[in-house]
């Protein structure tokens, strides 16, 4: 079971590079890391997904070392509306798996 | 629309009182699971389920029953409901080894 530790809180501005790392120092050999948005009252939304190296798409990129034990969500040139939490998902959903969100961080992004 | 609906979104309900919340969802995922979410401790996994028939215990077990007797439904019951139970609770489903969709929530409250 993979525990994961993120920053609590970071403030940013519009336009800025948001990065949050997570640690995930038992990370398994079959584990995914994904990343979620969750805005207030509503349910968690996907944002990427990666097992390596980088991955990249249209609203965020993910950078994963080669001893996997940590990454970096990357948002680029955030906005007022990316203000919300994050949150490092370390597992995958399969039989025997028990799925731990860490405590999520939470971006303000200010005018 | 791809989603997963659950119900009811609020609820206000006395200890011991038994409640089921509904889960539904329409993507034929074989992995459904729920989550209770409470202050500073993030997204804590109660149960998921394979498949039709095959469900296991999370994080938070305690207090909580689930049944999966169709693919697409998977409640979560609470049998005998205490305050420590007023939470804010979120079911997801996903493809095996895939991404999670989540509920847009229900926040219960036991007095």
């Known amino acids: ?111 | 629309e791809a989603q997963v609906t659950q119900n009811p979104r609020y609820l206000i309900t006395v200890t011991g009182k038994k409640l089921t919340v509904t889960c539904s969802q329409n993507m034929n995922h074989e992995y459904m699971s729920w989550y209770r979410q409470d202050p500073g401790l993030g997204l804590r996994q109660i149960y998921y389920s394979m498949n039709v028939e095959v469900t296991d215990k999370g994080d938070v077990p305690e207090g909580y029953k689930v049944s999966r007797k169709e693919k697409r439904n998977f409640p979560l019951i609470l049998e005998s409901p205490s305050p420590n139970q007023t939470s804010l609770y979120f079911c997801a489903s996903s493809l095996v080894n895939g991404e999670l969709f989540f509920g847009e929530g229900s926040r219960l409250t036991v007095l």
């Open chain 1, 1 to 111: 079971l993979a525990k994961t530790t993120q920053p609590i809180s970071m403030d940013s501005y519009e336009g800025q590079e948001v990065n949050i790392t997570c640690s995930h120092n038992n990370i398994a050999t079959n584990d995914y890391i994904t990343w979620y948005q969750q805005f207030p009252s509503q349910g968690p939304r996907f944002i990427i997904q990666g097992y390596k190296t980088k991955v990249t798409n249209e609203v965020a990129s993910l950078f994963i070392p080669g001893d996997r034990k940590s990454c970096t969500l990357s948002l680029p040139r955030v906005s007022l509306s990316d203000t919300a939490v994050y949150y490092c998902l370390v597992g995958v959903t399969a039989a025997g798996n028990k799925l731990t969100f860490g405590g999520g961080t939470r971006v303000l992004v200010k005018p």
